[in-house]
């Protein structure tokens, strides 16, 4: 199972409203077969304009984190119930970023043009080697003279 992260906007509330909203979502999650790897609090945050979630108008919000695994068929259902909660101003998600661990990369190619590094060469071996590469416009006007040709 994918590991994802699911950031959350909670509307201005008492703690208890936010445990029993933090509990609705965790029991969503673990309905679908997934298991919750970590809750952050991020604590409330003023937001960058005015947002209208369920018919009322939000300026400041409380911002959680889930990180959680979950079968990717049961992602949209965690969703919907997440959206459909009258707590939650705004849900996403997100899978998680997973960082290649065998890149080798020194200062010297990185100073290098672009043109030059041996990553961007063997991209532009393989559009070479692309169909849409080799396609050639063909001129099918049927008139002896074609301006823009040179």
Known sequence: MPTYEMPLLLRLANK?????TLKD???????????IRKIENWGIKELPC?????????????????SF??????V????DDCRRNR???????YLENVVPENVKCTFAEEMLPPAYRPSVQKLLE?????KRYQSKFKYNSGLDY???MR
């Open 76 to 79: 949209v259902k965690i969703q």
């Open 146 to 148: 074609y301006p823009f």
């Open 25 to 35: 979502i965790a029991k969503s999650i673990f309905e679908t077969g997934g298991f």
């Open 126 to 130: 393989q559009a070479k080697k692309h």
């Open 50 to 66: 005015k947002t209208n979630a369920h018919n009322s108008i939000h300026t400041h919000a409380n911002h959680f984190m889930f």
């Open 69 to 74: 695994d979950s079968p990717p068929s049961q």
């Open 16 to 20: 208890t409203e936010y445990v029993n």
């Open 87 to 93: 707590s939650i101003i705004r849900v996403r998600i």
